[in-house]
């Protein structure tokens, strides 16, 4: 079993930057694969990044290539996602995930966070 808990959430202004966190309970997760999510009102969630257990293969959404990127650090059992140039189109809740393999597919994630809402102001 593993539990997450995001935090960095805000509000921010275009073109502005936050940091997401998020930390696991639970001395396997290492082993995980970890995604970053998001859900907009009214839209179906969406895959942001992903990043395997090691830290060496990661995957971006078209959208947010270039300006967002995850990392992690298995000795803080934590992953992050740096968003920098942040647009109005980023608003949505963030979610956090961790699942036995490496997918751009949300459906393959086992683990949820409880999400943190990011809004960004035009």
């Known amino acids: 079993q593993v539990q997450l808990v995001e935090s960095g959430g805000g509000l921010v202004q275009a073109g502005g930057s936050l940091r997401l966190s998020c930390t696991a309970s639970?001395?396997?997760?290492?082993?995980?694969?970890m995604g970053w999510f998001r859900q907009a009102p009214g839209k179906e969630r969406e895959s942001v990044a992903v990043?395997?257990?090691?830290?060496?293969?990661?995957w971006y959404a078209g959208s947010v290539k270039g300006r967002f990127t995850i990392s992690r650090d298995n000795a803080k059992n934590t992953v992050y996602l740096q968003m920098n140039s942040l647009k109005a189109e980023d608003t949505a809740v963030y979610y956090c995930?961790?699942?036995?393999?490496?997918?751009?597919?949300?459906?393959?994630?086992?683990?949820w966070g409880q999400g943190t809402q990011v809004t960004v102001s035009s």
């Open positions: 995930a961790a699942g036995a393999v490496y997918s751009r597919n949300n459906n393959d994630y086992t683990y």
């Open positions: 639970g001395r396997t997760f290492s082993s995980y694969a």
């Open positions: 990043i395997n257990w090691s830290d060496r293969i990661t």
